[in-house]
């Protein structure tokens, strides 16, 4: 994925900049002391994934992104970025966990684990992405999944990196992979860069319409890369 930003009928303007939440009251419900230390385990892991890391401490937010920044930048090939991106998340959890869950939940407890993984990723992620509310989604077959899924309201990684592409390759693509080929729970994500929003699907498999898009997003209008990630 490459950014474009060409002509001004190529690329997204995003949420306002006015509108634009103060991302550092918008705590999880564990509270934002254990909100911090989730920053600074994945922080940490992502430092490790990578090679190099920012110079800002360990538990300040924009140190997150300029370490995401300089992965995209010192990895030209976007599958390499989305690797790294999907072992993070691997090394987060014990070796064993992933495909434990897939053969004793995900796959004999479909719903259920989807609704587990909705309330987790809002108890856990919210420190990450913001302000997230669990919600009814679409999942496979076609049918409603109740509260499986979870609905981001202005994503905060997004707006942070201002970078469509580092939307997709460092997060979007990498756990939709981590769901569907390591947890063996079915996940999309739909972020919509005009409203900031991202809906979590647990339970809906992406289609090659849906990468396709993904692959094929406009820029940013505040793009800082001015289209130079991939």
């Excluded at 499986?148 to 970078?163: A, D, H, N, P």
């Excluded at 990468?211 to 094929?216: D, G, I, K, N, R």
Aim: aromatic fraction near 10%; glycine fraction near 8%.
């Amino acid at each position: 994925t490459r950014c474009i930003k060409a002509k001004s009928d190529l690329f997204i303007e995003g949420p306002p900049m006015e509108t634009k939440p103060n991302y550092e009251e918008q705590n999880g419900p564990l509270g934002p002391v254990l909100d911090k230390l989730f920053l600074n385990i994945f922080r940490n892991k992502m430092a490790a994934q990578v090679g190099i890391d920012s110079s800002l401490p360990v538990d300040d937010y924009q140190g997150l992104i300029e370490l995401t920044s300089a992965m995209n930048a010192r990895f030209s090939d976007k599958n390499e970025v989305q690797l790294i991106a999907q072992n993070v998340l691997r090394t987060i959890f014990p070796s064993w966990l992933p495909g434990a869950f897939g053969e004793l939940f995900a796959k004999p407890l479909p719903a259920f684990s989807s609704r587990m993984n909705a309330w987790a990723t809002w108890v856990f992620g919210t420190w990450l992405m913001g302000e997230c509310e669990i919600n009814d989604c679409e999942i496979d077959g076609g049918d409603i999944g109740h509260n499986q899924g979870l609905l981001v309201k202005r994503c905060r990684f997004l707006e942070e990196s201002g970078c469509a592409s580092v939307c997709v390759n460092s997060c979007k693509i990498p756990t939709q992979k981590f769901f569907n080929e390591d947890m063996k729970l079915p996940l999309t994500m739909t972020p919509d860069y005009e409203t900031g929003e991202c809906q979590f699907s647990f339970g809906l498999s992406p289609n090659e319409q849906e990468q396709l898009e993904a692959m094929t997003t406009p820029c940013l209008a505040k793009c800082p890369s001015v289209g130079g990630l991939r």
